[in-house]
Nanobody
Framework: QVQLVESGGGLVQAGGSLRLSCAAS????????MGWFRQAPGKERDFVAA???????YYADSVKGRFTISRDNAKNTVYLQMNSLKPEDTAVYYC???????????????????WGQGTQVTVSS
C-alpha cells in the first residue's frame, strides 16, 4: 500500500522560510513524478510544484523563484523548500504521486493518484 507522509509545516512570519518533506513508501519511488499542491480554506486544491522521475522541475507562476522542489530517491523523499513566504501562501500543503511511471511531471491534479494527509503552513503578516 502506498503511503505519503508530509512534515515540516508550521507558523512563520512573512519573508521567512520553511522546508516541507514527504516520505513515500509502498512504491518504486524513483520511477514516478511527485507533486506538491496546496489548498486554502474555501478554495480549490492548486498546483504548486512538481518534479519528474528524471529530476525536471515545474512551478506555478505564483511560487516561481521562491520555492524549490527536489527529491532524494535514496530516501524516498520529496522536498519543498519555501523561501520569501507571503501570507497568501497560507494553506494546507499536500504531496502526491503521479499515476504513471517514467513520465514527465504534470500540473494536473487528475494525474496524481496517491496523496498525503497534508501539512498546514501559516504565514503571518
Amino acid at each position: 500500500q502506498v503511503q505519503l507522509v508530509e512534515s515540516g509545516g508550521g507558523l512563520v512570519q512573512a519573508g521567512g522560510s520553511l522546508r516541507l518533506s514527504c516520505a513515500a513508501s509502498g512504491r518504486t519511488f524513483s520511477t514516478y513524478a511527485m507533486g506538491w499542491f496546496r489548498q486554502a480554506p474555501g478554495k480549490e486544491r492548486d498546483f504548486v510544484a512538481a518534479i519528474s522521475w528524471s529530476g525536471n522541475t515545474y512551478y506555478a507562476d505564483s511560487v516561481k523563484g521562491r520555492f524549490t522542489i527536489s527529491r532524494d530517491n535514496a530516501k524516498n523523499t520529496v522536498y519543498l523548500q519555501m523561501n520569501s513566504l507571503k501570507p497568501e501562501d497560507t494553506a494546507v500543503y499536500y504531496c502526491a504521486s503521479d499515476r504513471r511511471s517514467y513520465y514527465s511531471a504534470s500540473y494536473s491534479i487528475k494525474e496524481y493518484v496517491y496523496w498525503g494527509q497534508g501539512t498546514q503552513v501559516t504565514v503571518s503578516s
